[in-house]
């Protein structure tokens, strides 16, 4: 009997499947990033030559696919997703392949500093543990002693033990010594276990061979043994040939029951529905599912609301420490300036008090004399409400104001003091502003999960599909040149440049006309940038700007040059082919005839937000990001770097805005100016 529950898990014969499929598609493509949604399901964004960009799901636990379903990525990535971000972010995938016939995937990546592999274990609670060309354990999403094997940092990774005999490798002598092992157990729960396949596949094997499920293991004749291995050596053929027919089962109500790689005997009967991949029918199967879940209230809303309450309070606390420290940078300011406007009174008492002391006469007689004068109401005794013996200071009150005035400092002493407080109370308010926006980045996140997931509770499956697949429609949406760098010129001219030697070639190659003009940094480590005529004829503020972004995400930049000489050519001087037949690099081209020089071009960027109904940020040029916001700043060569250098622009942007428009540039991810920074490193231009 077909199961009423849709399946959960990818069984074995899936991952096979949907590994080699995978393997073609994703193999020698580059990793632009990495996002982690919830806690065990990550999307590895990447990016192949003269191709739409991939999207990688895995959810630790439950499923490996391709997806064309994009979905807003979190403010602040997990520490996890960090390291993922660190080890893996910018290498190139090589390989992926399934692990015997296990529920375990290794990935393959080439780095700098060597090849890593990332074992992604999808049975259990799953498990994604990094490791190096060693198999040394250098990281895992859960690290666990257990009686088999520990996953523990700095050890060599030990698989689980194989969970059956391998079905690729298994011999029809093998099958039968199993089979009669079991003894009278049932056939289906015997191969189940000892293949390794699950019961949907058990099942098949006996459907297509035409024996009963519930035989014993023990009763089956030779032509029924060779039965059931004919029909594994069809499943596993029709997955090593790629003989594959992708559906979704339907039940009866319609809802989705099965994603399955070729069709199955014991569906027969059942509506289906037919996809071009196996991974295509992954994505939308397990996008339905976990719609169906959300609709059912299986996501944890109190929870949800027990976050976000908690994410309240923190802001509110930041905001109150945040109005605390304005108060006292404007109060000790005052202070200091009400201490110089009584300079003559309080330096002259000052003076009065300690020469009595210096002639005998003791603090407490002295004070006496002090309060005595108050009564009279004599100033600038008037002034002194007490008298701090043990450290010598003077409580005043003048002004409106209460503070200490300390007889071992001189005047500008105690007045400088006032100063360095207030300046201190104002660089903790700074600070302090850093940490609310990001908290409120966070609440912001939690507020949109939360109201998603109380809105999709009250949705039929259906409805949620519907929203869902907008998703789909905005990933389809994006400008071509979206997957490089680019901008527009402050007079509106299309600005495209590469990012690496494989999108230096496709650009040139697939996107450049021949009336556009192609700048090139005089240094090794420059990318290709484009201006797109577009019909109109090319402005010289165009080529300016175009110059400066060239000279800018030059490797010039990094090496903290101040400028660097940039040329432009037309396309029809670029060639694959160098003086006397000798070959250029991938990514590289031959310059013939005539260069347009630009020299000493300075090496600079700016950094602006631009705050309408969402907030956004903007890079290029100066004059490229002056013609779009006044919010801006300026960065150059510099050594800082980084979160640090990202936080430091976000800082000075939003104390340029007013406290409504901070609000929502708080709510904006800082990870949005990172493509805007050479090398993710620079320095602030303060005479900006």
């Known amino acids: 009997m077909v199961p009423e529950l849709p399946k959960k898990d990818l069984t074995s014969f899936d991952i096979s499947a949907a590994v080699k499929e995978l393997q073609p598609l994703i193999a020698d493509s580059r990793v632009n990033n990495i996002y982690q949604f919830g806690e065990k399901t990550f999307i590895f964004k990447l990016h192949k030559t003269d191709q739409p960009p991939i999207r990688l799901v895995i959810d630790i636990g439950r499923r490996l696919h391709s997806t064309s379903y994009t979905e807003e990525s979190p403010t602040e990535p997990p520490p996890f997703c960090m390291l993922m971000r660190r ?131 023990n009763d089956l004749t030779k032509i029924e043994l060779s039965a059931v291995f004919g029909a594994l050596g069809s499943l596993l053929s029709a997955v090593l040939e790629n003989k594959l027919e992708p559906v979704i089962i339907l039940d009866a109500a319609g809802d989705f029951l099965d994603a399955v790689p070729f069709r199955l005997v014991r569906y027969q009967g059942h509506s289906t529905q037919s996809f071009a991949s196996f991974n295509g029918a992954l994505d939308e199967f397990y996008l339905r599912i976990m719609a169906t879940e959300k609709a059912a209230g299986t996501i944890e809303v109190d929870q949800l609301k027990q976050e976000t309450a908690r994410l309240r309070r923190i802001v509110a606390e930041q905001e109150r420490s945040i109005a605390e420290e304005a108060k006292k940078t404007e109060r000790d300011k005052q202070i200091g300036d009400v201490i110089y406007a009584h300079f003559t009174e309080l330096q002259t008492f ?89 908290s409120k980045k966070k609440l912001a996140h939690s507020e949109r999960i939360l109201q998603e997931a109380e809105a999709l509770k009250n949705l039929k499956p259906a409805q949620i599909m519907e929203v869902l697949s907008k998703r789909k429609e905005a990933m389809a949406s994006k400008q071509w040149y979206e997957k490089f760098r680019w901008f527009t010129t402050s007079d509106g001219f299309l600005v495209v440049a590469g990012k690496d030697t494989v999108s230096n070639e496709v650009l040139i190659k697939k996107y450049t006309a021949q009336e556009d003009v192609v700048f090139h940094a005089e240094i090794t480590g420059s990318p290709f940038v484009v201006i797109k005529a577009e019909g109109k004829s090319i402005t010289d503020q165009a080529l300016k700007e175009a110059a400066e972004y060239a000279a800018s995400f030059s490797r010039a930049w990094r090496e903290n040059a101040g400028s660097a000489d940039v040329y432009w050519v037309r396309v029809d001087q670029l060639s694959k082919s160098g003086p006397s037949g000798e070959s250029i690099p991938h990514g590289a081209f031959f310059v013939v005839g005539k260069r347009n020089w630009y020299r000493n071009t300075p090496l600079r960027v700016a950094i602006g937000v631009l705050v309408d109904n969402e907030t956004c940020f903007v890079g290029g040029p100066i004059d490229s990001v002056k013609a779009k916001t006044k919010t801006y700043v300026v960065l150059l060569p510099g050594d800082y770097q980084g979160k640090e250098l990202l936080q430091m622009i976000m800082r000075l942007i939003t104390a340029k805005l007013s406290k409504e428009q901070r609000e929502g540039a708080g709510k904006t991810s800082i990870e949005q100016i990172r493509e805007f920074i050479p090398y993710t490193r620079g320095a602030i231009n303060q005479k900006v």
Not at 357 to 385: D, F
């Open 350 to 438: 000052q003076e009065q008090l300690l020469q009595a002391n210096n002639q005998g006469y003791a603090w407490s007689a002295i004070i006496e004399q002090v309060m005595a004068a108050k009564k009279a109401g004599k100033p600038p005794a008037l002034y002194t409400e007490s008298f701090d013996g043990k450290n010598l200071t003077l409580n005043l009150f003048l002004d409106g104001y209460h503070f200490g005035f300390s007889l071992r400092k001189s005047f500008f002493e105690n007045a400088n003091a006032y100063y360095e407080k207030s300046k201190l109370a104002k660089q903790k308010a700074q600070g302090a502003q850093v940490a609310l926006n990001e």
């Open 87 to 217: 080890y893996l972010r910018d290498s190139w995938l090589r390989h992926i392949k399934q692990y015997e016939f296990e529920r375990i995937i290794t990935v393959t990546f080439e780095t700098k500093t060597g090849l890593l592999n990332l074992v992604v274990e999808l049975f259990g609670d799953g498990n994604m543990i990094l490791t190096n060309e060693q198999n040394i354990i250098i990281q895992a999403m859960h690290l666990k002693h257990m009686r088999d094997r520990d996953i523990q940092r700095n050890q060599v990774l030990v698989y689980p033990p194989a969970s059956g005999k391998d079905p690729f490798k298994i011999t029809l002598t093998e099958l039968e010594e199993g089979l009669k092992d079991a003894g009278d157990a049932e056939i289906v729960r015997t191969l189940a276990r000892f293949l390794g396949i699950g019961g949907v596949y058990a099942e098949e094997l006996l459907l297509r061979a035409g024996i009963e499920k519930t035989r014993k293991s």
